[in-house]
């Protein structure tokens, strides 16, 4: 569910768990309610601007087979809550006796209240989960007590049950490659749906797992923990090239969470694509660490093909980056950001506003941050309100000062806070300023930046007018136009069509 209606994203977690599942021997069936129906949006009833992407309620039911022991709901991001609680019930109505589970960061931050709220479900799969699903299955097949399963929250007899933490997968060679082939990944190379820019057909992939640092706006302590694992350079190198062959891949979207920690781990993958003569595209959607990023390592991304990459400074005021313990140098950012744009890198950064504590004042440093970057030369920013999200060290915060409440409420206002501009109703962090003030600070942030980005470089203007409407997008706003014409486009052809299909 989307509450802007933006494009949808292959699920790679979802190919990795039906990966384990297979090698483990069990026949396995993938319903991408997305991926089956990338043009098919509907409204979603008492959520004002939200709407369902993909596949209907009974569509999915319809797809289940009917001999199913063990179902699985992926739910990823906790605005899903809602909708899928109603299709967990409706799975349970059509399939009475089997194990339903949930995954997924939403299930991993508040297991309890996701098996309290919905008696559909059985169990929460926490964390990880490749070795819990798979073992829950060969229980469930052959018989034995549940609670020896760790990483599970169990629904049982005397209560909700915890079955112990999971260890994390230490050796990432060990998990197979997604199995792509039990999901609709043609739909999404040739419809060009992407995280990141079009530069092609776009397979998504993933080089680490983890992230070792602790901001307190981020769910990836409860989900993944402190621990960062990297595969070797040329497995994932190997992984591409049998995509270029199976799939006509020629671009790959990074979606790992912390892409670049290591330095001598970038360099040796760089030199490694180099070497064997790889022509493709690659790019790192998500939001990077600029530690490891000096002019070589940028030059050398640049000679290996990496064309957009994200840095995700999150606030330009050291207060607020020392409250939600992002750990970076501004300073040392901008030269890493500099080099990176010299290397002919197409770069964007990441912004959030709202933050506890946060004044105007707070907001006007960021805002200067925000114009350096502009004169730097980056194509693209994001202004993203802040919203307290299950699992996090803020959302803790305003939960236990009675400033959230967890009810249906509140998954409403994460819909319309999170996948929109903020409104009067929204959630606002800081107490130096209403929600609706908040939208404008959003907006005012990033109409300087482009502003000041057009008066530094008129001739992008006349780029955003032809890759617009003629040529193919390069930057975050001009696939943002890209996409907006073109649906005004269908919409005057087939005027009685949601206006928000899919292009």
Known sequence: ???????????????????????????????????????????????????????????????????????????????????????????????????????????????????????AFDACVLGEGEQTLTDLAHILATGGPLEEVGGLCLRTAGGIVLTGQRPRIRELGGIPNPAWHLIPIEKYLDNHVMSGIDFGRSMPIMASRGCPYKCTFCSNPVMWGPLWRVREPGEVVDEMVGYTKRYGATNFDFYDLTAIV?????????????????????????????????????????????????????????????LIKKQINKEKMLDSIRGAVRNGLNVKCSFILGFPTETIWDVCETYVYIFRLALAGIKDVSVFPFSPYPGTELFEHFKANGQITVNDDYFKALVTGTAALPNRNSFCGSEHYSAITLRYLCMFGLGMFYTVSFIRAPVRLFRLFWNTRVASPTTRLERALSISISRRKKARLAPDASEHALI
């Open 262 to 322: 290591k330095r001598g781990w970038t360099v040796e993958f760089c030199k490694r694509i180099i070497a064997d003569g790889l022509k493709i595209t690659w790019q790192f959607p998500s939001g990077t660490r600029s530690e490891a990023l000096d002019a070589e390592v940028t030059k050398l991304l640049s000679a290996s093909g990496c064309k957009f990459i994200t840095y995700a400074p999150e606030s330009g005021c050291d207060k607020i980056l020392k």
């Open 1 to 119: 569910m989307s509450g802007m209606g933006d494009d949808a994203v292959a699920p790679l977690g979802i190919a990795y768990l039906a990966a384990a599942l297979e090698r483990d021997g069990h026949s396995v069936t993938v319903i991408d309610a997305c991926g089956a129906a990338l043009g098919q949006y509907a409204p979603v009833p008492d959520i004002p601007g939200g709407l369902r992407h993909g596949l209907q309620d009974d569509e999915i039911i319809q797809l289940i087979p009917a001999d199913a022991d063990l179902i699985g709901f992926s739910i990823m991001f906790s605005l899903e809550w809602l909708t899928t609680r109603l299709l967990a019930h409706r799975v349970r109505a059509k399939f009475p006796e089997v194990f339903l589970v949930a995954g997924g960061e939403h299930a991993t931050a508040m297991p309890e209240y996701v098996l309290s709220d919905c008696d």
